[in-house]
C-alpha cells in the first residue's frame, strides 16, 4: 500500500479498486441519510468533495484496467449520481451525469493522463515524465504526434510511455497546440465530454 493505494504484485489493481468500491459505497450510504436536511446542490458538493475525489485519486494508473473493474469504478459514480437526485435503478443515469458536467470514469481518466502529457511536453511536469515522450520525426510539423513505442506485454500497454503518446496522437489538432494550460483542460474537458455523450451530444 503506497500513499493510500494497494499495489498488488500483478498491478491488476483488483484489491484496490474492491477497496475503494467499499470506502465510497459506505461514504454514499452516509451521505444518502442527510437527504432530508440538506439541499440539492448540498448533496452535491458533499458527494463531489468526499466520494468523487476519491474516485480520482491516482486514477491515472487505473488507465488500461480491464473492463470488470472499469465497470466497477463506474459503478461508484453511477450510485453517487443516483444519490444526489434521489433516482431510482429504472431511470437513465446519463442525462443527470451530463447535467452534474461528469465525466465518465475512463474519460477521467484519459483526462488526467493527457493533462500530465501536455505539462511534460511544456516543461511542467517532472523531468522523468517528459524524458519518456518524443515526438514522431515522421510526421508533418502542422500535425505535431509522439512517437508511440509498441509493447507485446500488458505492463508495456499501459506504460505512460504507449498510452501518453496513444492518447495524444488521437486528439484534434487544435487541441494539441494549445498554448495555455486552462485552454487546454477546458477543450480537452469538452472533447471528452462528446466522447462521453455521443448520442444526446450531435
Known amino acids: 500500500?503506497?500513499?493510500?493505494?494497494?499495489?498488488?504484485?500483478?498491478?491488476?489493481?483488483?484489491?484496490?479498486?474492491?477497496?475503494?468500491?467499499?470506502?465510497?459505497?459506505?461514504?454514499?450510504?452516509?451521505?444518502?441519510?442527510?437527504?432530508?436536511?440538506?439541499?440539492?446542490?448540498?448533496?452535491?458538493?458533499?458527494?463531489?468533495?468526499l466520494v468523487i475525489s476519491s474516485l480520482d485519486y491516482c486514477n491515472a494508473l487505473y488507465i488500461g484496467l480491464n473492463s470488470t473493474l472499469l465497470k466497477q469504478l463506474q459503478i461508484i459514480q453511477n450510485r453517487a449520481c443516483r444519490v444526489i437526485f434521489g433516482l431510482s435503478r429504472k431511470e437513465s443515469l446519463e442525462p443527470y451525469l451530463q447535467k452534474l458536467h461528469w465525466l465518465k470514469v475512463k474519460e477521467r481518466m484519459e483526462f488526467k493522463v493527457l493533462l500530465l502529457t501536455f505539462k511534460a511536453l511544456n516543461g511542467i511536469a517532472p523531468a522523468y515524465l517528459s524524458e519518456l515522450l518524443k515526438y514522431d520525426s515522421t510526421c508533418s510539423s502542422r500535425s505535431p504526434s509522439l512517437f508511440a513505442p509498441s509493447s507485446n506485454s500488458t505492463f508495456?500497454?499501459?506504460?505512460?510511455?504507449?498510452?501518453?503518446?496513444?492518447?495524444?496522437?488521437?486528439?484534434?489538432?487544435?487541441?494539441?497546440?494549445?498554448?495555455?494550460?486552462?485552454?487546454?483542460?477546458?477543450?480537452?474537458?469538452?472533447?471528452?465530454?462528446?466522447?462521453?455523450?455521443?448520442?444526446?451530444?450531435r
Not at 2 to 30: A, E, H, T, W
Not at 159 to 175: R, V
Request: proline share 6%.
Open 156 to 201: 508495456g500497454q499501459r506504460a505512460f510511455a504507449t498510452i501518453a503518446p496513444s492518447l495524444w496522437n488521437s486528439l484534434p489538432n487544435d487541441i494539441k497546440q494549445c498554448q495555455s494550460i486552462n485552454i487546454f483542460k477546458a477543450q480537452l474537458k469538452t472533447h471528452l465530454f462528446k466522447k462521453c455523450y455521443p448520442r444526446t451530444l
Open 1 to 49: 500500500k503506497n500513499l493510500g493505494f494497494i499495489l498488488d504484485s500483478p498491478l491488476s489493481f483488483s484489491p484496490q479498486v474492491l477497496r475503494l468500491k467499499s470506502i465510497c459505497f459506505n461514504k454514499i450510504r452516509k451521505i444518502s441519510k442527510m437527504k432530508p436536511f440538506l439541499s440539492t446542490k448540498q448533496i452535491q458538493c458533499l458527494t463531489q468533495a
